[in-house]
């Protein structure tokens, strides 16, 4: 996978965590603080996408969306969070096209600062669901 500054890792050990759970649970959090989510279960992870939605956010960035992706087994896995482009009909396309395209983009320094800013909330409600 291609690694970026705007993406931030979690590692998670010993927590025996359902990873089809966990990301159904992250993706339940999101809606209810407001993100439209999509989720699709691929071989190599989950991914779950969440946008805000809004006037402004539709005219400027409609495509950029917040991707986390879930690698791993139960006892030993990680949970990667980064800006990325909406993908319509997450479920159907090759997971090889995401991972490698569209997945996590880089972004400019004022948005960047604004998606290290939100990468960290979520990062911690993350970790607030895994315990």
């Known amino acids: 996978m291609i690694k ?16 089809d759970q966990l990301a159904q649970q992250i993706s339940k959090r999101l809606q209810s603080e407001g993100y439209k989510t999509q989720y699709a279960n691929h071989f190599l992870g989950r991914v779950v996408q969440a946008q805000k939605s809004g006037i402004l956010r539709d005219i400027i960035t409609a495509d950029r969306a917040f991707t986390i992706l879930i690698t791993g087994d139960p006892n030993d896995f990680g949970v990667h ?31 960047m600062l604004w ?17």
Do not use: M
């Not at 970026?4 to 990873?19: A, T």
């Open 4 to 19: 970026l500054v705007s993406e931030k890792v979690i590692r998670f050990q010993n927590k025996n965590k359902d990873l």
């Open 81 to 111: 969070i980064g800006i990325g482009k909406w993908v319509q009909n997450l479920a159907v396309v090759a997971v090889e096209t995401i991972l490698l395209s569209v997945l996590f983009l880089a972004v400019d320094v004022p948005e």
């Open 115 to 131: 998606t290290r800013h939100i990468e960290g909330e979520i990062a911690k409600e993350i970790t607030q669901i895994v315990g």
